[in-house]
């Protein structure tokens, strides 16, 4: 597997993780954006399966797993971030905006296209009028971490610029229909 293709899967992998801890401690308890909830936890967990792949996949998978326990470790830990529903759900909006972007092989951006609504869905609920910008700050802070330890470099200024524009032509859109 490539350098390339172990980052993206691990970032899925934490995604995958934070929406299964959003789902099990029971964040959400309005039924329809639980069941979206569940459902975009299931659809990452599709998305890691179907990614294409080359290489050592047993090795790399050793490593993701490392990776997702260092993860796991800091988010427990003293990062001087409380962890919200709203900042988890950005964090993970973000994280597969961020990859999506990222991505060049159609085959994967399908993949990354069908998940993304679900996760955007769950923050409009969480936060529909984006007023919590602290958790979305926090979230950005958490990222950061997230994309040192999988060994992204990343131009925050252009991401976000790309994710604005990205969510108003949704919301154009969407005030349109």
């Known amino acids: 597997m490539s350098k390339a293709s172990t980052q993206q899967l691990t970032l899925l992998a934490i995604v995958f993780g934070t929406l299964a801890e959003m789902q ?96 955007s869905a769950i923050v409009d609920f969480v936060d529909p009028n984006e007023a919590h910008s602290r958790a979305r700050q926090e979230a950005l802070i958490i990222l950061e971490h997230m994309y040192k330890l999988i060994g992204w470099d990343f131009n925050w200024e252009e991401s976000n610029n790309k994710m604005r524009a990205k969510l108003k032509r949704r919301a154009q859109r969407d005030h349109s229909n």
């Open 24 to 119: 099990e401690a029971g964040y959400i308890s309005i039924v329809s954006v639980k069941k979206l909830l569940g459902e975009a936890e299931t659809d990452t967990r599709l998305v890691m399966k179907q990614w294409p792949t080359t290489g050592d996949d047993k090795k790399n998978s050793i490593k993701i797993a490392n990776v997702a326990q260092e993860w796991a470790m800091y988010m427990q830990g003293e990062n001087g971030v409380e962890l919200t529903i709203t900042n988890m759900a950005f964090m993970c909006e973000k994280a597969v905006f961020d990859l999506s972007d990222r991505v060049t092989d159609g085959y994967k951006t399908e993949l990354l296209d069908k998940l993304l609504p679900k996760i």
